[in-house]
């Protein structure tokens, strides 16, 4: 029986399912106000900036990532004699490591700098006589092609170069047949295409370059247990994108139901609901998530027979983790929900609508809630950002992610100490901004395009 | 004026009673003092007399909303909600989990906190409005474009890169400052010029976007086109008129966080080892240490629910139209 790599046994963690759902969910949301004239002309405001196109492609391209990296599955064991099932390993990969063909076998001892041959610390060695030195050892899995060391720069730049010329090639064939379904689509309106090629190819070129050198060298380094940083960080995107739209979508219900129902009937479903947000937001907000995230861990603590497995463990605190952020998050939205619902409600045709005797609840849904709709994704774009910051602010304090999931907190956490060595050990801090800055620039960018197409506020002016 | 601050003293007690509620079910419902005992004592399997100890030295060995055993009054006050919620109200905060006294530890750690903080707030809102005037003198420029730009790519940064930064190369690399302590009384200004430094630029970029957006829109009123009409010059208009009038949100939207610079900053502190409240909490927070969590919560609500008033009385007094009621 020999063993392909269709035999592997899927993998659906908790928030796997959950980010499917989210991202279908999100889609028809979407697809739901591009039905709507008015909206769709305001969307259309959004993406005919060149800077609004770019940011949604990077967002996309992140999404795209983290989507990938969250299809599971246990990989096959090699078949032992006598043997008639199929026993799985314990470690849970994704089809993003397929991706990366195995970098993450490719693991060294300890830190090692971005292409380097050797590892970051001496060691006791033996030469051929037996005699003790002391020296750099060289890496197990980087530059093993190379005869010499002395060949490493120009074999850096050809491979360079052939990986480059692989995703012009790609970026060329999607490019192209988009070119091709406009010619033959023939769409109405000019939106900057130019401006989504450019920053595609970008990105596919930067992709491609990445994941071919990642074959030969480590790119960014390694990190203190030898993990390639470059292959952390990009795992790392799956737990930023998830933290911030899981938790996003988490505040919305509490805020669209308590905001609209106050604004809406008054009277003591006013006075209740500016009770509790105003409660809720009084509490220090870091104080009351970090309150919250021990109590998980002391509820870890003490049923540890519900979480055998680490991975489970880490996916059931981080949702946890999701679910708190939306708790103490809703605060801001609902108060302006409020506030918006109080004015729409007084417009006359509200008012008409009561007096022809439609129920409240068609009034909120066909009256109110399409007249609050700007304000909820304006909310929706602002807060994506702040919860991907928050992620790495809470790992620092101790209350992020569990330490054993890739995370940019956990990385940037870490830093502390590897800034303080000496030398300095400075790639994986710097690889966990860049990676971190790109998509928080991306999603500030496009919520200020959102804003500036849905706010009536701001407006053109 | 004063019945209206009375009664919105009166208003506060129940906010803070739902406060105290919220934080007694986090910290005493869900989180039992058993389930606490045995996290603080580590072992899984420990004795019960050690459990019931370890309660009755932090006075955790009682009901938790009646005493049924008590008569009259201590029916209600000999019980961990009376102890360790309602106490907070007369701002007693009792011993931390680890023996000390809580409320000696604030009065000793709040001076190195407000040191920290006040500088930064002043210097952060100073050089902001700098900023955004600067930026407002040259709107729809290319001028403008760029620091809008500069504004987003320096608010996307999280802060924690900003200190990170800051202590490499300042401190590490050029040796200009210690790269972090403290010392009390005047030499702390060596320890304080970084932290309060990096505060201020990690906030320009959301600071300088914000007032922009304030001072354009005081720049696009009647009474600014008025003066442009009849003739005064685009400086004097930008001083006279945009500048004192755009300053009356921006005061009034900074009052509600006057208060809180007591709470010192999480971040700041720790990284820089400055021994003030926020370094105070966090410690507590990595040590589970309940007690000064909780107290820390509590002092942050009152003070936040203080500069919520102080918010609506600023307002009285920089604009008349406003009247309390």
Known sequence: MSISILDVKPVFLFSDILIYILVASLGLFFYQLMRNPLSRARWRGVFQSAAGMAAFVVICFYVLVALLDSIHYREPLPILENQTEVHYSQEIRSALDLIFVGVHKRSEKTYSSPFSLQLFTKENMQDENDNLYRDYPMLKHAGQHLSSPAEQGQDVVNKSLLALLVGLLISAVFVGSHMLWRKIKKPTTELPWWSAYLT???????????????????????????????????????????????????????????GISAGYFRGWVDDAVQYIYTTLSSIPGILLIAASV??????????????????VRAD????????????????????????????????????????????????????????????????????????????????????????????????????????????VVWWPVLSAFVLMFVLVLAANVFSDRVRDAFDPRFGKG | MFAYIVRRALYAIPILIGVNILTFALFFMVNTPDQMARVQLGDKHISEEAVEQWKQQRGYDKPLFLNTEENSQGLITDTIFYQKSFSLFLMEFGRSDAGRMIGADIQQRMWPSLALAIPTFIIGIAVNIVFALFVVMFRATAIDTAALILCVALLSISAIFYILGGQYFIAKLWHWVPISGYLPGFEAWRFLILPVAIGVVSGIGGGTRLYRTLFLEEANKDYVRTARAKGVSETKVLFKHVLPNGLIPILTSVVVVIPSLFMGSLLMESFFGIPGLGSYTLDAIQAQDFAIVRSMVFLGSVLYILG??????????????????
């Open chain 1, 200 to 258: 595609a190819t970008v990105l596919v070129l930067a992709g491609s370059w990445a994941i071919g050198l990642s074959q030969y060298y480590h790119i960014a380094g390694t990190n203190i247990v030898g993990v390639d940083v470059f292959y952390q960080s990009i795992k790392a995107i799956r737990t930023g994108v998830l933290i911030g739209t899981l938790a996003t979508l988490l505040t919305l219900p509490i805020a669209i139901v308590l």
């Open chain 1, 294 to 311: 021990l109590l998980i861990d002391v509820y870890i603590e003490l049923h540890p027979e519900s979480f055998s497995l680490g991975a």
């Open chain 2, 308 to 325: 919520l008033i102080l918010t609506d009385i600023s307002y009285t007094l920089v604009d008349p139209r406003v009247r309390l009621s």
């Open chain 1, 316 to 423: 059931f605190k981080f949702l946890a983790l999701c679910f708190i952020l939306g708790m103490t998050s809703w605060t801001g939205l609902c108060r302006l929900l409020r506030a918006e619902t109080l004015k729409v409600s007084q417009l006359d045709y509200v008012q008409a609508a009561h007096a022809f005797g439609v129920s409240n609840l068609r009034v909120i849904f066909k009256h109110i809630l399409p007249n609050v709709t700007h304000i909820i994704l304006i909310a929706m774009v602002l807060d994506f950002s702040v919860f991907v910051l928050a992620e790495a602010v809470l790992s620092y304090i101790g209350v992020g992610v569990d330490p054993s999931m890739a995370s940019w907190g956990n990385m940037i956490n870490e830093a502390r100490s590897e800034l303080s060595r000496d030398p």
